[in-house]
């Protein structure tokens, strides 16, 4: 059986997603697509609209055949560490082909400055540390390294200012780094910029659909013209069960919790807090009256609003730095989080066991690799702001057997 890997959020699924998935089955003739997709919190250091698990239902309903679980571990990191958890994860499945969506649209340059970076690799990193020790975020500085070891501009460049052209690079990085067979092609985005947050088109933005619920706090004909039926029923299921859709204001007293009760010893020790950040942290969070306010006061041209959100998420989740070096000192993914299956994906899990190293869990249990345990925690942070009664019925989805469908 032939396997194409998907790295995805699907927050929401919308149609831009499903054109994604349906032009890589096309591309590669594959009989079983394989979604790596992140949990609860996500790469930009986000919270899902809507958690894992409706997510999932929504990828399975609209022709994935297996969702994974991308772990904590990798999902809250820059790309780099989020590509590499991804690849890891595809590679323990055993898939033939990783396409991606990228505003460049074509695979060739991607692989043309990838040969630049492996020829060039000691001076971009020397670079990389200069513009970085000159105060430019890491993503002005990444792309500015690039500009200067590059020899043919027209073959050699990527806007690696575009979050999926990065994303992209990082994949062939991250295939590279673990020695995978695994064949890469892309997919160009169609209509909307990822960063759009205006909704007019059916093929929208991620960034616009969530700008828009957030703002109506309902589904109206924007929404629904970018969404296919399906996401839009998970989204109102899940609106009802939880009360709420997913947003950064609603953890906003938690997070100001933490930093006026921690010293700034303790905040030192969280992933993220670096270079004396500490300080702002408290000297901020006595000013803010929201989680938009606060993060515009921390904001600087070094640190972007996804540094500092990921920041926010691990100070979330209590997550310390030692925690996430101890973690990445294992030399491979320890295990997969089964989230979602067809029919087919059943067939195609059955098809490698053998050749399988990595278990794969279906739900929680009383005995975890240290790997699920901060997945657990950050589930349980996740459903804070919800009521008790309907967080326990969310809750207990850990502990369900996965999303399946029959084949009609």
């Known amino acids: 059986m032939k396997a194409t890997g998907l790295i995805v959020e699907y927050n929401p699924f919308h149609n831009g997603h499903l054109h994604h998935l349906e032009q890589a089955k096309v591309k590669t003739n594959a009989d079983?697509?394989?979604?790596?997709?992140?949990?609860?919190?996500?790469?930009?250091?986000?919270?899902?609209?809507?958690?894992?698990?409706?997510?999932?239902?929504?990828?399975?309903?609209?022709?994935?055949?297996?969702?994974?679980?991308?772990?904590?571990?990798?999902?809250?990191?820059?790309?780099?560490?989020?590509?590499?958890?991804?690849?890891?994860?595809?590679?323990?499945?055993?898939?033939?082909?990783?396409?991606f969506g990228s505003e460049a649209g074509e695979i060739d340059s991607f692989q043309s400055l990838f040969h630049t970076y492996m020829q060039n690799k000691g001076t971009f990193n020397t670079q990389l540390k200069k513009k970085l020790a000159e105060g430019l975020s890491f993503p002005k500085a990444n792309q500015q390294a690039f500009e200067l070891i590059s020899v043919d501009k027209e073959t050699d460049m990527v806007d690696l200012t575009k979050p999926n052209?990065?994303?992209?690079?990082?994949?062939?990085?991250?295939?590279?780094?673990?020695?995978?067979?695994?064949?890469?092609?892309?997919?160009?985005?169609?209509?909307?910029?990822?960063?759009?947050?205006?909704?007019?088109?059916?093929?929208?933005?991620?960034?616009?659909?969530?700008?828009?619920?957030?703002?109506?706090?309902?589904?109206?004909?924007?929404?629904?013209?970018?969404?296919?039926?399906?996401?839009?029923?998970?989204?109102?299921?899940?609106?009802?069960?939880?009360?709420?859709?997913?947003?950064?204001?609603?953890?906003?007293?938690?997070?100001?919790?933490?930093?006026?009760?921690?010293?700034?010893?303790?905040?030192?020790?969280?992933?993220?807090?670096?270079?004396?950040?500490?300080?702002?942290?408290?000297?901020?969070?006595?000013?803010?009256?929201?989680f938009t306010e606060w993060i515009d006061l921390l904001k600087s041209k070094r640190y972007t609003y996804t540094r500092l959100q990921r920041m926010f998420v691990h100070l979330l989740t209590n997550t310390s730095k030692d925690t996430i070096s101890r973690l990445h000192q294992q030399e491979s993914i320890v295990c997969m989080r089964l989230l979602g299956m067809s029919?087919?994906?059943?067939?195609?899990?059955?098809?490698?066991?053998?050749?399988?190293?990595?278990?794969?869990?279906?739900?929680?249990?009383?005995?975890?690799?240290?790997?699920?345990?901060?997945?657990?925690?950050a589930t349980d942070v996740y459903y804070l702001p919800i009521a008790l009664d309907k967080r326990q019925k969310l809750r207990a989805q850990e502990f369900s057997a996965p999303y399946y469908k029959k084949s009609r």
């Open 32 to 99: 079983c697509l394989i979604a790596c997709m992140s949990g609860n919190f996500l790469q930009r250091g986000e919270p899902a609209l809507v958690d894992k698990f409706h997510r999932a239902k929504m990828a399975i309903d609209q022709g994935v055949d297996l969702v994974i679980e991308l772990p904590y571990l990798y999902a809250v990191q820059h790309s780099d560490l989020f590509s590499l958890g991804a690849v890891k994860i595809l590679n323990e499945l055993t898939v033939d082909y990783l396409i």
């Open 343 to 377: 029919e087919q994906g059943k067939r195609y899990l059955n098809h490698t066991k053998k050749i399988r190293s990595a278990p794969v869990y279906t739900q929680l249990r009383k005995e975890l690799p240290d790997l699920m345990k901060l997945d657990e925690r």
């Open 165 to 290: 052209n990065i994303l992209g690079f990082s994949y062939l990085k991250a295939i590279a780094e673990t020695n995978s067979s695994i064949k890469i092609d892309t997919i160009a985005r169609k209509q909307s910029d990822y960063h759009d947050e205006t909704l007019t088109t059916p093929i929208a933005s991620a960034t616009s659909i969530r700008k828009t619920i957030k703002e109506q706090n309902k589904l109206s004909a924007p929404t629904n013209l970018a969404l296919p039926i399906n996401s839009h029923q998970y989204l109102e299921s899940y609106k009802k069960s939880a009360g709420i859709w997913h947003s950064w204001e609603a953890y906003f007293p938690f997070l100001q919790f933490r930093v006026l009760t921690e010293s700034k010893e303790e905040l030192a020790q969280i992933q993220g807090v670096d270079e004396g950040l500490e300080y702002a942290l408290i000297q901020s969070a006595h000013k803010a009256r929201s």
